[in-house]
């Protein structure tokens, strides 16, 4: 059951541990967020959402912006995983790049909205968010510049740089295609995207 799923199925005034409880709290902080954007949401609102009294939601996270970045750490968490995963998944690099391709679509589809944390939160300016943005999306560069930088003769900063631009075209074109009303089914639309970056990182020589 899913943080989101908890929060629907816990009457108010149920007792639960302190994890279960927090993950109740992030999972109906989650809507409030991406219904309302932070600035438009009220801990009134995520308390009431969780079934909570305002002083047990206070027991967990001392303010909104506390709240507010324990759910964008737990989601750049989760997106940087999945790049992981993908590149571990096979060592054929064309395949390599398709799962990549389909982990930030997959990201960007998950129901519960959390992209829209990482990618199109309206607290930017706010410098413990801007980081952790900026950082999600360069360690997720990173891993992917690893794998071209050991497979290829280019150096470290070549291989960043069109690890950026792989993931930046991943996540850009997998937000507009979520936002495009999904015409194109998700496998197809991971794989035209996979098939487009494959044609561009193919032709850098094997070491």
Not at 43 to 58: C, F, N, Q, T, W
Not at 100 to 123: H, I, N, Q
Not at 142 to 147: D, G, H
Request: hydrophobic share 45%; proline share 3%; glycine share 6%.
């Amino acid at each position: 059951m899913t943080a989101i799923e908890q929060t629907e199925a816990r009457p108010r005034g149920t007792r639960l541990p302190r994890r279960a409880r927090r993950n109740q709290l992030l999972g109906a902080a989650q809507e409030v967020f991406v219904a309302q954007g932070y600035h438009a949401a009220a801990m009134d609102d995520i308390a009431e959402r969780a079934g909570v009294s305002k002083p047990v939601l206070y027991q967990h996270f001392p303010g909104k912006l506390e709240l507010y970045l324990a759910l964008l750490d737990q989601h750049c968490e989760a997106l940087l995983q999945a790049v992981r995963r993908a590149l571990e998944s096979t060592t054929d690099n064309k395949q390599r790049v398709a799962a990549t391709m389909d982990a930030y679509f997959g990201f960007v589809e998950d129901e519960g909205g959390a992209f829209r944390l990482v990618f199109e939160s309206d607290l930017t300016n706010e410098p413990a968010v801007r980081e952790r943005v900026d950082k999600v999306s360069l360690d997720c560069a990173q891993a992917v510049s690893e794998v071209i930088a050991e497979d290829t003769k280019l150096s470290q900063e070549q291989s960043m740089l069109l690890a950026v631009g792989l993931c930046g075209m991943a996540q850009i074109t997998a937000r507009y295609w979520l936002g495009s009303g999904q015409r194109i089914p998700r496998d197809a639309a991971a794989k035209l995207i996979s098939s487009l970056s494959w044609r561009g990182i193919a032709g850098f020589p094997m070491q």
